[in-house]
DNA sequence: TTGCTTGCTGACCGATGGTCAACAACCGTA
DNA sequence: TACGGTTGTTGACCATCGGTCAGCAAGCAA
C-alpha cells in the first residue's frame, strides 16, 4: 500500500494554517517578492489549495494582516475608567511593546506602506480611527482643523520615531514614550489647542 | 506608396518623450496597474523600444521620479546666508508651495499609490538627509539620539501634516506653517533638545 | 538610386496570478 | 472489512506580465 498522497484537513484547521504561516512569510518577504506558487510550496500544499481558501492574493495578504490589525486593536485598547491621558499613555507603552516584539514585522509594515494598497489602507484606518479618539478626549463636540492637523500628524510623527528606534535601538522604551507624549503636548500648543491640564508626568 | 510604417526619432528626443509621458502616466495610474505594453501603447511605440532606452520598468519608473525629485531639491534650497531657523521657514515655505501646485502628485506619492519599493527609498532618502541637514544646523558635532528621532519623526509629522491638509484643506499654508515649525520645537523641547533662542516668531 | 546607420518591430520566453475538471482521503455505514 | 459519498485536494491549463532577440526599414549621405 503507498502512503497517502497528500494529508486531509479539515477546512477550518486548514484556513488557520494558511493564515497563520501566511503572516509569518510576509513579515519576512514583501507583498511581490513571494508568489502563490511559492506560499503554497512553502506550507507543503499546491497553488489551487490556496485559492480554494483565498479568492486572490491580495484578499489573502489582507487576511493575514487584519488578524495583526485586531492583536493591535485588542492590545492598545485602555482602560475607560483612565483619565485621558493616562490612557494615551497606556495605550502608547502597549504599543511600543509590540512592536518591540514584532519588530520586524513592523519595520515591513512601514516599508510596504508605500506600495501594496492593503498595507496602505490599513495603516491609513488605524491612524484615522486613533485620531478620532484622541480628538474625541479633547474636543468631545468638534475638533478645530489645527488641532486635528495636530494630532493626525503626530500619528505620523509616531511612526517615524518607531522606524528610527528600531532602526537605532538607541533610546530607552520610556524615552521614547515621553518623547512621542511630549511631541503631541508641543503639537497641541503649536495648534492652539492646549490640552487640559497636564497633570505632571 | 504606402506611408512610412513609423515614425523616427533621435534617441534624446524620444527618451525625453517616454520621460514626460511615463510620469504623465505614472502621475494618473499606480505602478502595476500599469503594464509596459500599455505604456508603449499609450505612447505609439512597441515594448521592445521602451526597454530600448530603459533598462526595465523598475528603472523607467525611477527616472520618471527622480525628475520630480530634483525639483524638489532645487526649490527647497535654503539661502545658506540666512541664520538656520529662518533657512528652515524659507525651505518650509517652497515645500509647502510646491505641494500646494502639485496637489494630485504629492497624494499620489504618500499614498504610495504610485509605487514599489523605489517610492519609499526616495521619499525615505529625502527624509534622511533633510533631517540630517537640519540636526547638523542645531548640533554641528553629533546630534543625540533623542534629538534624531525628534527630527527625523517630525518629517513624518510634516508628511501627516500635509496630506491632511491637502485633503481637509481648512487651513491656511501659514497656519500650517506655523503649526509645522511649532511642533518641531515642541518635539525639540520634549526631547530635552531646546534649539538656540527662538528669535520671537 | 543605392547603401548604410541605427531607430524600431514582431515573435518569442519563463514566471506570475488565477481557473477548472477530475481525483482521492477519510468518515459513515453495513 | 468493504464500500459509497462528501469534499479537500490536485495536475494541467490560460492570459498576461516583465523582459529578450534577430531582423526589418526610416531616412541621411553618396
Redesign the pocket.
Known sequence: M?P????????ED?RRQLLERGAELFARNSY?E?????I?RQV??????L??YF????E?FQATLSQAASELQARTEPDPELPPLDQLRQSLEAFLELIDENELAYRKLMQGVNGVAEVRDLVEDVRTRTAARILEGLFPDEAPPKARAAVYGWLWFMDGACLDWVDNRDLSREELRDLLLGTLLGALTAADAVPLEADAG
Open positions: 503507498a497517502p498522497a497528500y494529508r486531509r484537513l479539515q477546512a486548514r511581490d513571494l508568489s502563490m506558487g511559492e503554497a507543503g500544499i499546491s497553488k489551487p489549495l485559492y480554494h479568492p486572490s492574493k491580495r489573502f
